[in-house]
Structure formats: structure tokens, C-alpha cells
């Protein structure tokens, strides 16, 4: 899901790793195990969230609306911490560095179990968000330098394997351990893999100053870059749809399928199922086409939306609905990705901060925007006409604005200069 975002950094670890003269990597396998752990945990508690929404609604006397609260805080955790850690930590070693973010996660998971109220739950969310897209970028660095020069990116793909494995597996599994012994032991459940996972980093990550970290100066030039922040845009509204769902899947099945709770975990592993599917399809379109991926993608999930609003009270709908949407969003992020950082390839640290900024911020409209319709009143499926809205907005941005644009060459003297408009082509 986010290889293309770090390719220039998997490029730089890489030569740097070519260039190095310290001993070999020992345990390289257990490395990118280590690696993979803790990107599963992280994946396991920020989708089996979704899972148990209504299970801490009720526990906590919310509202369904209010409670989307603490899955909107994790995506501005992401939105907003992520970057921040980036910044104030672009020196640190990645060692010292993936080894702090995994405590500061035992930290927001383990107070989000501890939570008395929805007031600190979304806080502590919050924190536990804060850590993801930091733990990804640092990860890509670890990663391409272990493995060296021409393995730097099937290395990454190892690693984010943990983060595939967390919604086909972990998501269920979590959301089942949710309702048997409740959502405060599904917390907990994260909390010790994150341990398993922080122990696997300390005994296998590699110890050496070729890790250290670099100056973010030249990165944060590409701030300056229009192309940027509308992709952002484009990627923050379209993809907003896949939260719409993803967010509100237990009520589909309880409330509009009328189905026993026991069917959710299922659920949510179709859903999953679809993402791997679209996710490994979709890289294969974004490394060819400048624009399929998004405009394939976008335009078939608006279809599945319809059919979902339509229909989606049947469970024999429901399903294979929820297993495209998951699908087509996916097939539509590597292109999304790929396209960000063709805007700023000299810049690909903190294109990758906001690769996944964009993401969560998606996580974060389309769960808002799915309260916004539940709390009007429209019912338990009115929630995918939010998540319509917001790709539809996605997709007429895209095509009228950044999809006309090819990639920025780099300048060493500046901000790289808009090449001429395109016509559109898929």
C-alpha cells in the first residue's frame, strides 16, 4: 500500500548501504520481521477501531456519531503527528528513532484501554496515531539499508506486508476479541504485540551511525509546490469513501442487514481481502499509467457506492460491495502515491509524511462525514452517500487540475517549474 511513497528513500538507504563499510546485516530476515510486527500492530489497532466503535459507544454512553470521534482523532493523529515527529526528528537515528515510536504506541494504546470517557479516548487516539506515519518512513530507511542496493523495495514490501496482514487479519481477529471480552482487551491485545514487536526491534535492528538521520532543509522546499498540496487534496477527498465504509461496516450488518454481530469480523475480512487484491493490482497499473489507477479506481467505487445505498440492506449485496469498494480504492492509492512524489522527487521523506497525512485525513472526512448523516437522521446506509460526495469531489479535482500535469523535473536552484498541461489519458 505505501511502497511508492518511500522509493526515494528506499533509493538513498539503498546507495547508502552500497557506499557502507561497516560489517554485514546478521539477521536481515529478522530485521524486516521486526519491522513487519510492528507495522501489523499498528494496523491491527487503527482498523479493529473500527470494529469495535459500537462496542465503546455503548460502554461509554455516546452517541454512534460522537464516538467516530476517536477513529477522526487517530487520522489527525496521523495528519498532524506524523509530519511533526519527521521534522523534530530528522536527526535521530532510525534505530533510536523506530525504537521511541514503538513505546510512544504502547503508550496511546495502552491509555485508550484505560479510558473512563470519549473525551480522552479520542486524545489518547490521538497519540496513538501520532506514530504511524513516522514508523512507516523510518521502517522504508531500515529496510533498503539491510537489504542494499536492489532490494531496497522488495525489502519495504516484506515489511508492509504487517500492514495487509492487519486488515484481512488482524482487523477481525481484534473486532472478535472486542466482543467476546471486550473492546478495552482488544486495546490491550495491541498493546502486547506491540510489545512483541518493540522486543523484536531492540534484539534485531541494526546498531550503526549510518542509520543517523539527515537535514529535512531541502525537503520542506517542496511545500512550496501547488502540485503538492492538490494532490493531497485530491487524495484526502476520493479516498474519504473507503472510511464511509470501512467505518460503519458493524452497523451495516447489525442494523441495516440485521444480521447477528457475529458476522462483522467476516465482514471486515472481505473488506480486507478486496483492499490486498486492489492493492496489488493497482501497484501494477501506477508503475504504467500516469492516470488509470485513480480515474478507474474513483469511478468504480462511486458505482459500488450507489449499488451499497441501494441495496446494501441485503447481506448477499452487502458483501461483495464491500469487498470492490476496499478493492477499487486500493487499485487507486499506488497511482495516487506515485503522482505525489513525481511532484517532488527530491523531496520523498516528507512526500511520504503526507502521502499518509492525506490518507488518514481521508479516514478522517469519511468518518465525519458519515456522522454528519447518521446524526441527521437518514439512516445506517445514508453513510456511503457521504463517502460519494467526497470521491466525486475527489475525482472532478483531479481531472480538472494536477491529472493534466506531468512529473516535476528536480532543479538543484529551487522549486521545480510546472510542466505544460496534458490532455488526459487513462
Known sequence: MHQKAYDGQCAVAEEMRRASTAAPIRYPKLTLLALALGTFA??????GSN??????SSDLDVSLPVATYAITAYAFGVVIGSPAIILLAARANRRTLLLGLIALFLVGNGLSALAPNIALLVLFRFVAGSVQGAFFGAGAVVAAYVYGPGKGGKAFATVMGGLTVATIAGSPLGTFIGQSAGWRVMYWTVVAVGLLAGAALVAWLPRTDELRGTSIANE???LRRLNVWLMVAVAALGISSI??????IGPFVTDAARRD???IPLALAVFGLGMAVGNYL???VADRHQNRGLLWGYGGVLVLLVLIGVAGSDLAVLLPCLFGVGATMMYAIPTIQVRLTSFAPD?????????????NLANSLGAIGGAVTLDAGWGTLSTVWAGFVLTAAGLLLYVVTVGRRGPAPVRPDGPARPRPRQRIQA
Do not use: K
Not at 42 to 47: D, L
Not at 347 to 359: H, I, K, V
Open 51 to 56: 470494529g469495535i466503535i459500537q462496542l465503546f
Open 42 to 47: 499498528i494496523g491491527t489497532g487503527e482498523f
Open 282 to 284: 493497482g501497484g501494477r
Open 347 to 359: 523531496a520523498p521523506t516528507l512526500m511520504g509524511a503526507l502521502n499518509l497525512a492525506a490518507l
Open 261 to 263: 454481530a457475529s458476522l
Open 220 to 222: 520542506l522546499r517542496a
Open 243 to 248: 472510511f464511509a465504509v470501512y467505518t460503519f
